[in-house]
């Protein structure tokens, strides 16, 4: 079950936590992986880690260029790219009555408008072969919202809305796309937390912990392969039962 | 007929799977040929790759039957 011999993946983000992991999990199922990120030695980590079928393709995605560039970098260096995983992010957290009109685009631009882009870029390759995937990583907080990321919760609705628009646009090319909302996640973000804040947090969590990385990057799997394509406009709650929807 | 409209023909009837006696120069790519909104960019693209040329999205529009797109690209190429 879910084997991606012969898949290519792109994955932005894949300096991170999550992404290193939603890296791994599709290398060791049998694809070929693009490796995007801003910071290039932990992607060259990676990349040395994995061996073959993995290239580092270092990308900002707070420049509309470089992410026009990417999805033609990524199909220059890997033949095409069978699967795209839209997992990169940033925070810009404040409270909204005092948030920036940079704190808000930043947030917007990086989180939703790349997403848009990178898979706008993907779709040509994917309609032609009659195959394709599109993971995009959205949020718990896109549900929920929270205090203080008013920018990140909306970009990742945002996410939402624009992975089901896209998803009933291509369904009938074999295209899918599928958005994924983690909760909270053990990662070095979550590792700055102090312990009585993990005590307030945990509470809200039926499942009693924090997720792990491997706990995206399974649905990662499930949403890439064969078995996941009758699944389209979907998104998949990884969160402990924190929100239920 | 033109080795433009030879090699037109050729593309809808791989994309559209339509029989060749079908693509007519009224023959609309919607009403007549059972494409969809979506086909229609993707032939669009296979046109821009085929004679190695943009067609923009305001052009796209106007090219609804096979005539239109023989004639849109024999004026662009």
Redesign the interface.
């Given at each position: 079950m879910f084997d991606l011999t012969g898949k290519t993946a792109l994955i932005t983000g894949a300096s991170g936590g999550i992404g290193a992991e939603i890296a791994r999990v599709l290398h060791g199922a049998g694809a070929t992986v693009g490796l995007s990120g801003t910071r290039i030695e932990p992607l060259e980590t990676l990349a040395a880690e994995l061996g073959a079928r993995a290239f580092v393709l270092p990308c900002n995605l707070s420049d509309a260029a470089a992410v026009e560039e990417l999805p033609k970098q990524a199909i220059a260096a890997m033949g095409s790219v069978d699967i795209l995983v839209n997992n990169a992010g940033i925070t810009r957290d404040g409270l909204m009555m005092r948030m920036s009109d940079e704190d808000w685009e930043q947030v917007i631009d990086v989180n939703l408008t790349s997403t848009f882009r990178l898979s706008r870029g993907v779709l040509r390759g994917m309609m032609k072969t009659r195959w394709g995937r599109i993971v995009n990583i959205s949020s718990i907080v896109g549900t929920g919202g929270n205090p203080g990321q008013a920018n990140y919760a909306a970009a990742k609705a945002g996410i939402v809305g624009m992975s089901k628009s896209l998803a009933a646009e291509v369904a009938t090319r074999g295209v899918t796309v599928n958005c994924i909302a983690p909760g909270f996640i053990a990662t070095a973000m979550t590792d700055k937390l102090n312990d009585e804040q993990r005590e307030r947090l945990l509470v809200k969590i039926p499942a009693g912990r924090m997720g792990e990385v491997r706990d995206i990057a399974a649905a990662v799997l499930y949403l890439a392969s064969d078995e996941g394509g009758y699944v389209t406009g979907s998104t998949l709650h990884v969160n402990g039962g924190m929100t239920m929807v | 007929m033109s080795d433009i409209a030879d090699r037109v023909k050729k593309i809808v009837v791989e994309h559209l799977g339509v029989e060749e006696e079908k693509v007519t120069e009224n023959a609309s790519f919607i009403d007549d040929l059972g494409a969809?909104s979506?086909d229609t960019v993707?032939l669009v693209?296979a046109f821009e790759e085929e004679f190695g040329i943009e067609i923009p999205d305001d052009a796209a529009e106007t090219i609804q039957t096979f005539g239109d797109a023989v004639k849109f690209i024999t004026e662009a190429a």
């Open positions: - | 969809d979506l993707e693209m």
